[in-house]
């Protein structure tokens, strides 16, 4: 079967980095993973430091480019000229920082982090035909993964076309929304019985043939149920992400009525402490989320772990 290595590679620090999107935090990881990987602990750590250096790095990236904040602080506030491509709040530097919400830009990354979700569950189907296919059966990947994967791919259409009114979306998708899905879902239904009973028919009296009953139960489960409540689950995306920037930036407006009030000592405590706060705090959450997103909704769609357990060559 298709190895998850790579995609586990690629996706979990984007699923990270997506979560815990600022540029200072990401920076502060990246040399946390750098230390991990030399001198810290004597380098026993490597591997972990190769994780934290990652995820660091594409945080610095989803900070930086995508929502353009560094501590809490927008980017242009120093000077730099930008602000990101996606806004979850206002460009302000004071007292409302962390109230200052963008429900526009907060739309946009639900609808990117669903829409992303949505195509990422659609390839983890399409590699589910893949492995039909490895295992010589083609017939299984046409008759069973081929109806799963339209029945997931309708599911899902059905729930962008209940969010059409709430989200912004291009064009494309938009009239796309208005092909009857409900019924291209019922044919999927069909077309999956009707393979079902095609392959039962063609494995009659052979002592092994393919798990046909399961693989249809389970797809038929996993196809509707991926496209009607996986994709919804790609939300928390954008609820980690904001709930980062609300106490990142709740931080850094505290700090700076403390500064401002002559307190400058205890602004430094402030900034310092809760940021660490907030660092081990979300990145902990954003861990987890990461981990749930890649494991159980993007690979359980394919992956099985088949093959023989290794068996060490003893000598007599």
């Not at 480019?65 to 980017?75: A, D, I, S």
């Not at 899905?181 to 002592?207: C, H, M, N, S």
């Not at 920037?245 to 430094?268: E, R």
Request: aromatic share 14%.
């Amino acid at each position: 079967e298709v190895s998850p290595s790579g995609l586990v590679a690629v996706l979990f620090p984007i699923f990270f980095g997506w979560m815990f999107g600022d540029l200072g935090h990401g920076l502060l990881l990246a040399i946390l993973g750098i230390l991990l990987m030399t001198k810290l602990f004597g380098g026993r750590y490597r591997d972990w430091g190769v994780i934290w250096l990652t995820t660091g790095i594409f945080s610095m990236f989803f900070g930086g480019v995508v929502y353009g904040e560094f501590f809490g602080f927008p980017l242009s506030s120093l000077g730099l000229g930008w602000d990101g491509l996606v806004h979850l709040f206002e460009p302000v530097v004071g007292p409302s920082m962390g109230t200052a919400i963008d429900a526009a830009g907060i739309f946009l990354d639900l609808f990117l982090a669903l829409f992303f979700g949505f195509l990422l569950m659609a390839g983890s189907f399409s590699l589910k035909m893949v492995n039909f296919a490895l295992r010589g059966e083609g017939d299984m990947a046409l008759g069973v993964g081929a109806p799963i994967l339209l029945l997931y791919i309708s599911a899902g259409m059905l729930v962008f076309g209940f969010l059409r009114s709430v989200l912004p979306m291009p064009p494309q998708l938009l009239a796309a929304l208005d092909l009857p899905w409900l019924y291209i879902l019922i044919a999927a239904i069909v077309l999956l019985a009707v393979g079902a009973i095609a392959l039962t028919i063609k494995y009659r009296g052979y002592e092994e043939k393919p798990p046909i009953g399961l693989e249809v139960a389970v797809g038929l489960v996993e196809g509707i149920f991926g496209g009607l409540a996986n994709v919804p689950s790609f939300s928390r995306l954008m609820i980690l992400i904001l709930m980062h920037g609300v106490f990142t930036k709740l931080t850094a407006a505290w700090a700076i009525s403390l500064w401002d009030g002559g307190a400058a000592a205890a602004a430094i405590a402030v900034a310092v402490v809760f940021n660490a706060l907030i660092a081990v705090g979300e990145g902990f959450m954003s861990l987890v989320q990461s981990l749930r997103l890649t494991f159980y909704e993007t690979l359980s769609k394919f992956y099985e772990g088949r093959g023989r357990l290794f068996s060490p060559l003893l000598l007599p």
